[in-house]
């Protein structure tokens, strides 16, 4: 197996990957943190299998490649993980020396074909984030997503609290929600004044 074509066939499977998630959640940060994961890995697992290293060393260092991710300052809904370990898993099989080199290909098209189905299967839409101030001291995070549910309409999956504030009886914190698509825009907007979000893009 020479390593052009599998460099082509990996580049072309990454593409494909990102566009079936950015038609979907069209994000584009997230587009190109999977095709930087996917080459780099692929580079990493070429680089040090031509250099003739035990299988031990080349599995501490695709060890430590695969550890960036969680190198991140917000948490990944269980979709992007998904995409994530797909673009990982691509830019490995397309970088070990497999032969015949059609099982590379048949085992690239057919993770791209399950995540395809698997995320179209899904009919929630996509993790948001923000920051929000709530009008009252709230120190435990099931109280937060108590209370922000019964007054957003949200699906909130987690919360991360920044800051709680006795004297002037205030939470900040930052949560990782959802709406659904069943949800009317009403619900959405029907938040009290005293609730005031501020939406900042998720850093990853």
Same mark, same amino acid.
């Given at each position: 197996m020479t390593f052009l074509p599998m460099a082509i066939a990996d580049l072309l499977a990454i593409a494909a990957l990102c566009t079936i998630y950015l038609m979907r959640h069209r994000n584009r940060e997230m587009a190109l943190s999977y095709t930087i994961i996917n080459v780099g890995v692929f580079a %990493?697992?070429? +680089?040090? #299998?031509?250099? &003739?290293?035990? =299988?031990? !060393?080349?599995?501490?260092g695709l060890f430590g490649v695969l550890s960036i991710i969680r190198l991140r300052s917000t948490a990944l809904s269980q979709r992007e993980v998904a995409y994530y370990f797909v673009a990982l898993a691509m830019g490995l099989i397309a970088g070990i020396n497999i032969d015949p080199a059609y099982i590379a290909y048949s085992l690239?098209?057919?993770?791209? %074909?399950?995540? +395809?189905? #698997?995320?179209? &299967?899904?009919? =929630?839409? !996509?993790q948001k984030s923000q920051i929000i101030t709530v009008d009252r001291a709230l120190s435990r995070e099931?109280?937060?997503?108590?209370?922000?549910?019964?007054?957003?309409?949200?699906?909130?999956?987690?919360?991360s609290i920044k800051e709680i504030d006795l004297i002037n009886d205030k939470t900040i914190a930052e949560i990782q929600y959802s709406v659904p698509a069943y949800a009317p825009v009403e619900a959405a907007q &029907?938040?009290?004044?005293?609730?005031?979000?501020?939406r900042v893009p998720a850093a990853y």
């Open positions: %990493v697992t070429v +680089a040090m #299998a031509s250099a &003739s290293t035990t =299988s031990a !060393a080349l599995g501490l690239m098209g057919l993770l791209l %074909v399950i995540m +395809a189905l #698997a995320d179209g &299967s899904i009919k =929630s839409t !996509a099931e109280e937060i997503i108590a209370y922000l549910n019964a007054r957003l309409g949200y699906s909130i999956s987690s919360v &029907s938040a009290p004044a005293a609730l005031s979000a501020t």
